[in-house]
């Protein structure tokens, strides 16, 4: 989960493992979505991203004041409204509900706080009118702080749109598109306002996508500097786009898959010790004097291992490997053994497997990982994804397994094994359990490249 980080507007950009903050509450703004459409997969990286690090904040003890926005007053909106006959804020809603976060205020419900900033903005001689619409001055900007483009690295005027000939300067930008009153804010505006009335004119950490950095984030920065004095962002987080090596696609599907069949192993992992761990639940007390010594380790490593990730650049993608893939290992192999031990190592057992249950989940906790259903739950709406996808229901697959049982049972084993294979393209794995055979999702990718 790679950040691109800068602190105030230094020059060059650079990765952080941690924040030099001397105060408990944090306070933290990012720029959500405009809402004329369903979110894609590359909304939800960075919603993903800033979530995490918030919860991560929260885990180091840290208040946090958390404010993501939805930009529901912008161009692309009023464009698809008037296409489809609609009214462009009932348009925008309905996405804007799609989409609902922590606290996401809405572009729509700041307008006081917009105009207040922008007649601020033109009272300080960095804003002029222009046939209505409002621009904000570069030129009367930078004379009263040079640092203007030093978080982007440049200005590159005009590169994003056509530059307005009205403008002073091609690089200014439009504070409220005509006519001045009874227009609309532009589109950097609206975060600077609704961030200084949720947090405040100089807050802590500002996030968004790499993207954002220019032209929206330079000249957020600039305006609010310009309405306030004080005004500013101690620390600057992008997270970076999801790509592939494959640049027809916007992300990597066989990438997506494993990561799915991971956390399968993991939610059925912790449903299978849930079940084991039942009988003993009521009576169980919380003695770590009972935990064995490889449990201990196996805790303490995977506190370790955590933490040390989490600081290096929130690095998620390898939470599930090495020590936490070792606690699962642990646990699936330990459930097999508790009604076989004498009470003592029994107890000793159960004591060490609580243990490993709470530290594990309290990972996928921090991750986002462990929602309000039961991993029972999710496992049945893991499986229902993989139905959908490969086109069969829970009745055909139960089928085709007793097809495969009957094959084996009269020794035909070629047949036993095309249902398998079958199944198996289609992303459903058949697993022999003892007498038994139960299923999961597969990765097709898998299947595939081996044919």
Not at 257 to 265: N, Q
């Amino acid at each position: 989960m790679v950040f691109t980080t800068q602190h105030d507007v230094c020059l060059n950009n650079y990765v952080s493992d941690y924040f030099r903050v001397d105060i408990l509450h944090l306070s933290n703004y990012v720029c959500g979505i405009t809402a004329y459409a369903l979110s894609h997969i590359g909304h939800a990286r960075a919603t993903v991203s800033f979530k995490v690090l918030h919860r991560r904040f929260r885990r180091l003890g840290y208040q946090v004041t958390y404010v993501a926005n939805f930009i529901d007053v912008d161009n692309n909106i009023i464009n698809c409204a008037k296409k489809n006959g609609e009214n462009p804020l009932e348009f925008s809603s309905c996405f804007c509900e799609e989409y609902r976060a922590d606290m996401c205020p809405r572009v729509s419900e700041h307008m006081d706080e917009i105009i207040k900033m922008i007649e601020n903005i033109i009272k300080k001689v960095c804003g002029y009118i222009v046939e209505g619409d409002v621009f904000f001055c570069i030129d009367k900007y930078v004379e009263k702080s040079p640092d203007y483009g030093k978080l982007s690295e440049h200005t590159r005027a005009g590169k994003r749109v056509a530059v307005d000939s009205r403008k002073r300067n091609p690089a200014d930008f439009a504070l409220w598109k005509s006519p001045w009153g009874r227009g609309r804010p532009g589109w950097h505006i609206e975060c600077s306002a609704m961030s200084a009335r949720h947090l405040s004119p100089k807050f802590d950490i500002h996030g968004g996508r790499a993207d954002l950095i220019f032209p929206h984030h330079e000249n957020e920065l600039a305006q609010t500097c310009a309405a306030y004095e004080d005004g500013g962002v101690k620390y600057w987080l992008h997270n970076r786009h999801v790509t592939t090596i494959d640049k027809e696609k916007i992300y990597s599907e066989s990438k997506l898959d494993s990561s799915s069949e991971a956390l399968y192993y993991v939610y059925q992992t912790l449903q299978d010790l849930d079940d084991a761990l039942m009988p003993y639940r009521e009576a169980f007390s919380q003695d770590s004097k009972q935990t064995t010594a490889e449990a201990k380790y196996i805790i303490n490593k995977l506190k370790r291992e955590f933490d040390s990730k989490m600081s290096d650049d929130l690095n998620t993608v390898h939470i599930l490997t090495g020590a936490y893939d070792r606690a699962m290992k642990f646990i699936n192999s330990s459930i097999g053994k508790l009604e076989k031990m004498q009470k003592r190592q029994r107890m000793s057992l159960v004591v060490s497997l609580f243990g490993i249950e709470r530290e594990a989940r309290e990972v996928l906790d921090e991750l986002g990982l462990l929602p309000t259903l039961s991993c029972a739950e999710i496992l049945k709406e893991m499986k229902q994804k993989a139905l959908t996808r490969a086109g069969l229901s829970e009745e055909v697959v139960s089928q085709k397994m007793e097809e495969r049982t009957m094959a084996r049972k009269k020794k035909e084993f070629g047949k036993s094994d095309q249902i398998r294979e079958e199944l198996k393209v289609k992303g459903i794995e058949l697993i022999d359990v003892g007498n038994e055979t139960v299923w999961k999702p597969f990765l097709p990718s898998q299947a595939n490249s081996s044919d």
